[in-house]
């Protein structure tokens, strides 16, 4: 039986590539395919949820510097609740997709998403502390806290910028492989000078694409001949 070190390196190596360009969105880019939104039950159970269990968002939580390896084992042993501490985990990637996905897409989030959004931050600011660091002041947490919050704070943190900060054109959703059951929907901030990214990777939903054309193309011209 592997030891929970163990289990967690396993896991780092099952995660997929954090493409998203901010923090938020690579925590929502955390099921493949997405799909987009309201999806039917039967197409949900089709997907691949990378963080289905506790110890797969550590794993994840690692890779994308939340948390460090040793705290990741120490919450894997010290959590009493998995099961509870990956739904509410989940509860917010979700939340985060809806509400960025809908921006992406020229829709308007509703009131009760950007609530819920709302009061996660009033939450995590209801731990910290204001102190001066460097000669400024800042909202501070301790150190000492490793536990749910200290995975999904930076996440919080990172779509309330998101919002306030990014350019909406940025924002866009991945539009996967054409006639594939269902879109890759991944979200993406596109940083490029003219806003010409167009896929969530060059290396995956890019290459496919191409390579989906270079074979149409060749039998086009088979035909042809």
């Known amino acids: 039986m592997m030891n929970n070190y163990e289990q967690l390196h396993l896991a780092m190596g099952q995660m997929p590539a954090l493409v998203g360009g901010k923090l938020c969105l690579d925590f929502v880019n955390t ?26 968002l550590l ?14 084992v120490n919450l894997l042993n010290e959590a009493q ?11 917010l990637r979700e939340l985060l997709y ?20 709302q009061q996660a931050y009033l939450n995590e600011l209801s731990k910290a502390r204001l102190a001066k660091i460097e000669g400024h002041f800042t909202w501070q947490w301790s150190s ?50 003219n806003r010409s990214r167009h896929w969530c990777s060059m290396q995956d939903c890019g290459s496919a694409v191409k390579a989906r ?3 149409e193309r060749r039998r086009a011209d088979r035909k042809r001949g």
């Open 213 to 215: 054309r270079l074979t």
């Open 31 to 56: 099921v493949e395919p997405r799909g987009g939104l309201d999806l039917e039950e039967s197409v949900l159970a089709t997907r691949r949820d990378y963080l289905a269990d506790y110890t797969k």
């Open 59 to 72: 794993a994840w939580s690692i890779l994308a510097h939340i948390v460090t390896e040793k705290d990741a």
């Open 144 to 193: 000492e806290s490793k536990d749910l919050a200290s995975l999904t704070r930076p996440i919080v943190q990172s779509a309330i910028e998101l919002l306030r900060e990014g350019e909406s054109k940025r924002l866009k959703v991945c539009p996967g492989v054409p006639g594939d059951p269902l879109a890759c929907a991944w979200l993406f901030y596109d940083e490029s000078k």
């Open 98 to 117: 809806s509400i960025f996905y809908k921006i992406a897409k020229n829709q308007e989030p509703t009131e009760q998403e950007l609530g819920a959004l």
């Open 81 to 91: 609740c998995h099961d509870q501490l990956a739904h509410e985990a989940l509860t």
